[in-house]
């Protein structure tokens, strides 16, 4: 069983940037293909930016794209999401998510880590 911890959430101020960072455990990381999702108040959890299990492949949202990039260290079991200039609309509880299938961790992945807040101020 995959278990997922992220940490890196927090305040921070619109036009900042920051880290998350996921760390897994209870399988063969670098045999999955990792993923960042997000879900705001009211709102559908969405995805943000996907990995594949060697790295060579990612995928960014529209939202997120040229402001963010998700990397991985398979020897550390982490994956990670930078993003910068943030907006007050990235505020959300971000969920790392791993499956074995790159395409399928986009939409339906297996496992889930319990979340992180992120609050961008104005």
């Known amino acids: 069983q995959v278990q997922l911890v992220e940490s890196g959430g927090g305040l921070v101020q619109a036009g900042g940037s920051l880290r998350l960072t996921c760390t897994a455990s209870?399988?063969?990381?670098?045999?999955?293909?990792m993923g960042w999702f997000r879900q705001a108040p009211g709102k559908e959890r969405d995805i943000v930016a996907a990995?594949?299990?060697?790295?060579?492949?990612?995928y960014y949202a529209d939202s997120v794209q040229g402001r963010s990039t998700i990397s991985r260290d398979n020897a550390r079991d982490t994956v990670y999401l930078e993003m910068s200039s943030l907006k007050p609309e990235d505020t959300a509880v971000y969920y790392c998510?791993?499956?074995?299938?790159?395409?399928?961790?986009?939409?339906?992945?297996?496992?889930w880590g319990q979340g992180t807040q992120v609050t961008v101020s104005s």
């Open positions: 998510a791993a499956h074995v299938n790159y395409a399928i961790v986009q939409r339906a992945p297996n496992y």
């Open positions: 990995i594949s299990w060697g790295g060579l492949t990612t």
């Open positions: 209870g399988g063969t990381f670098s045999r999955l293909a």
